[in-house]
């Protein structure tokens, strides 16, 4: 409880944190988190980004990322930057402009993109600036 | 009642994640341009392009690729309707988008006096391919206006001429009325007995992958030509349902050269005694077939021939008598083999037969045809008769191995030699592996 209160999107330690909160704690957060694997599936989905995205977590779970989930993610800006940190065998941690049509409507918001060396932790963070 | 909302809240939730999902951009906005609901593909699609990633308004959005756009929408009068239908529209955005569709797709419907709905798509793949076609449509064109000697014709499921060209006007002298819709049987004259035998190429061409008849052709004043006719598929293959199948037809006129040109031509290619293709001629044409095979795996036979009697007629009548025989042998050959078969004269009494698309078992009765023919008559030389027969050697290469020439004629020659020692008159087939001779077929 205590470290989500704390815990902020620009909060520069998030990747090492994330991975040891319960999903309770996920869902205090105040920006959406998706947390998937090397092989994009999606396994973790607070409940911040379910109310952003009008979806609830049994249809996200267990699914691709950027084929079925979030497919204004499949390009060059988000898609791609996990693949090429992936092939470099690098942490990535970036924060992009972005516009999410979330339910249907044009949003403005800041991605952060957060992936261990190996893969084997990646995350989408989802912050609303409108 | 919770069960009622939790039902529509699962409806929306399906809806919502239908058009999350949909492959295909869609877009609701006002008349103003600014932007009301937008999925994610048309985001996709559009973020590269809007100045900025702004995606609030459709105008400021697509300014880049249509201008003109707010225009367009308010020069439409009517209540309701297409105000573009697939309009395409070629991108041309920053390095980072080199991976990106390359042309757009883009119609926009008026729904009402407030709302538009536009449907975007990357319609890049769909283009280029469009653009080959009409490529390969000019290509053809050009080539069917060109040619003198040639007639390319492109022949339905049951071998009727599908359009004209001018490459058929000028080869046959057919207009478009005379040839269009009718069976390509009407270049045959109408005492050809091969004239029937269309059906029976197509098939061929289908089997082998192309189908080579040579024989007369007549054009439309109803004078005659010598001409070689080459069937091959252009559909797709055993997949494509019959009444889809279609051919092409290339007719080459061979028998109007200048005296000149074809005197010359026949004296580098042909036997001066026999007229039949020559050594060289015969291996060219050996190899050319052999590289057309290689993309088509079917069995290939070869047969060398000797005749019995050469060497004692020589011997005691002469060469001139000799060369009586040589030439009713290489009648004899004209007259057995089949149209796709290609024959020369490689040694001082050696002929040669390639035959391809014939097994073991095909090849025997083509070589059968032509030693029944030889014993059925006698050459006339200088008021004497002689008595004519020949040997057989025949190889024969299985399906989809690699064709080699030189294999074949060696396995050939000694099936030949098997036969000429058994007392000639018979054909000897060698075996596939050792090279061996099976025991002889006669008569």
Redo the contacts between chains.
């Keep these: 409880m205590q470290t989500s209160l704390h815990t902020t999107f620009s909060d520069p330690d998030l990747l090492d944190v994330l991975p040891h909160l319960a999903a309770a704690e996920l869902d205090e957060l105040s920006f959406g988190v998706i947390g998937f694997g090397k092989d994009t599936v999606v396994q973790r989905y607070n409940a911040t980004e379910s109310r952003i995205a009008g979806l609830s977590p049994e249809r996200v779970l267990g699914h691709p990322l950027f084929t079925v989930v979030a497919p204004c993610m499949n390009n060059f800006l988000v898609a791609q930057r996990f693949e090429d940190a992936a092939a470099a065998g690098e942490r990535l941690d970036v924060t992009v402009d972005y516009v999410l049509t979330l339910r249907m409507r044009p949003i403005k918001v800041k991605l952060r993109l957060l992936a261990a060396a190996d893969a084997a932790q990646r995350y989408v963070l989802v912050h609303r600036t409108t | 009642m919770h069960t009622d909302t939790a039902t529509s809240d699962g409806d ?2 399906a809806l ?2 239908f ?3 949909a492959p295909i951009g869609l877009m609701q906005a006002q008349m103003g341009g600014e ?10 699609l559009l ?1 590269p392009l809007a100045p900025a ?4 308004n459709l105008y400021v959005a697509l300014g880049g690729l249509v201008p003109d756009l707010q225009q367009r929408v308010h020069a439409f009068t009517a209540a309701h309707g297409m105000v573009l239908d697939g309009m395409q529209l070629p991108v041309f955005g920053p390095p ?2 080199v ?2 569709p390359q042309v757009l797709s883009l119609s926009l419907l008026k729904l009402d006096a407030q709302r538009l709905m536009a449907v975007l798509a990357d319609v890049t793949q769909v283009v280029q391919q469009e653009r080959d076609l009409r490529e390969s449509r000019t290509w053809f064109g050009e080539l069917a206006s060109q040619v003198a000697d040639y007639a390319l014709l492109s022949l339905d499921h049951v071998g009727r001429v599908r359009s004209w060209n001018g490459s058929i006007g000028r080869l046959f002298g057919h207009d478009e009325a005379g040839v269009v819709g009718a069976s390509a049987q009407l270049l045959h004259p109408a005492d050809d007995p091969t004239r029937t035998q269309l059906q029976q190429h197509l098939a061929d061409a289908d089997r082998w992958g192309w189908s080579l008849a040579e024989g007369w052709r007549q054009r439309a004043d109803g004078s005659r030509f010598r001409a070689s006719c080459l069937i091959t598929p252009l559909h797709a293959g055993p997949s494509t349902p019959p009444a889809l199948r279609h051919y092409s037809l290339v007719v080459r006129d061979v028998g109007e050269a200048p005296a000149a040109a074809s005197a010359m031509r026949q004296s580098l290619t042909c036997d001066q005694v026999t007229g039949l293709a020559n050594r060289r001629a015969f291996f060219d044409a050996a190899t050319a077939q052999l590289r057309l095979l290689a993309h088509s795996p079917h069995p290939l036979s070869l047969a060398l021939i000797d005749g019995d009697q050469l060497t004692q007629i020589t011997t005691q009548h002469g060469p001139a008598a000799a060369h009586a025989v040589l030439r009713h042998l290489a009648a004899g050959l004209r007259a057995s083999v089949r149209a796709s078969d290609t024959l020369g004269r490689i040694g001082g009494q050696d002929f040669v037969v390639l035959l391809p698309g014939a097994d073991a078992g095909t090849a025997s009765r083509v070589m059968q045809r032509l030693l029944d023919h030889l014993v059925a008559q006698h050459v006339l030389f200088e008021g004497q008769r002689f008595a004519c027969t020949a040997s057989a050697g025949i190889a024969t290469l299985g399906a989809g191995t690699s064709p080699d020439l030189d294999d074949l004629l060696a396995r050939a020659s000694d099936a030949l030699r098997s036969a000429s020692a058994d007392g000639g008159n018979r054909l000897v087939r060698a075996l596939p592996a050792s090279g061996q001779a099976l025991a002889p077929v006669v008569a």
Excluded: H
């Design positions: 929306a939730e919502t994640q058009l999350y999902m932007i009301d609901m937008i999925n994610p593909l048309c985001a996709q973020m990633g702004d995606l609030s980072c988008t991976r990106g």
